[in-house]
């Protein structure tokens, strides 16, 4: 069973930039995650998707946002980058709602470095 | 608000010791509790739960911890670690993480 996706794995933007992540969850899983990872905030909650709606929202800023699929593939998006935003972003999927705290599983993740 | 965290931030050992990590949650709600363990250049990957039941609960390469609902822990524990656990251990409850500790194993 192939695990949690993510595309691209590695990109380097430019302040003000904007940038796409792909995720493609576990075959079965209608729940998508996304966490930001940086040495010295470790993990953190971006926000959960299940069936197309967001159910649970971290503290970010709103230039944080993200969708899912009806095949429960999600992207995140965000916009005007900072130097700040660099980091890599994590994926994870689960069969229901993480949240609730069902088993979540992560993708190997996208680096992402703001120049 | 919930919160997680991990006692320690960086933990040295020799083969063979044995391991604890310790992890406390703030939370109000009923607790899953997780750790994770993310290998030098692999992706997160889970180590063990606890949903409910035994408080003991054992998880893959020798890993156990210990649920003690008084303390709000979730400690980690192996026995003897050996050079390939050297890794960074998360804890978690439901989807908040703790800042990790850093387990570096010495051959």
């Known amino acids: 069973k192939a695990g949690v996706t993510q595309t691209p794995r590695y990109l380097i933007k430019t302040r003000g930039q904007q940038v796409t992540l792909s995720c493609s969850p576990i075959?079965?899983?209608?729940?998508v995650s996304w966490y930001q990872q940086t040495p010295g905030q470790g993990l953190q909650f971006l926000f959960e998707?299940?069936?197309?709606?967001?159910?649970n929202k971290g503290n970010f800023p709103g230039r944080f946002s993200g969708r899912q699929f009806s095949n429960s593939r999600s992207e995140m998006n965000v916009s005007t980058l900072e130097l700040g935003d660099s980091a890599l972003y994590l994926c994870?999927?689960?069969?229901?709602?993480?949240?609730?705290?069902?088993?979540?599983?992560f993708g190997e993740g996208s680096w992402l470095t703001v120049v | 608000a919930q919160s997680v965290s991990q006692h320690n931030h960086h933990v040295i050992l020799s083969e063979a010791a044995s391991l604890e990590l310790g992890c406390n949650y703030s939370?109000?709600?009923?607790?899953?509790l997780f750790w994770y363990v993310q290998y030098p250049g692999q992706h997160l990957q889970l180590l063990l739960k606890y949903f409910s039941g035994d408080p003991l609960v054992k998880g893959i390469k020798g890993f156990e911890a210990e649920f003690i609902k008084s303390k709000f822990s979730f400690n980690l524990r192996k026995p003897s670690v050996q050079w390939s656990d050297t890794a960074e251990y998360f804890c978690a409850v439901r989807m908040v993480f703790g800042p990790g500790t850093r387990l570096s194993v010495l051959p």
């Open positions: 994870a999927s689960s069969l229901d709602l993480g949240i609730s705290g069902n088993t979540i599983y």
């Open positions: 075959s079965g899983h209608r729940s």
């Open positions: 998707y299940f069936s197309e709606t967001q159910r």
């Open positions: 939370y109000g709600g009923t607790v899953n």
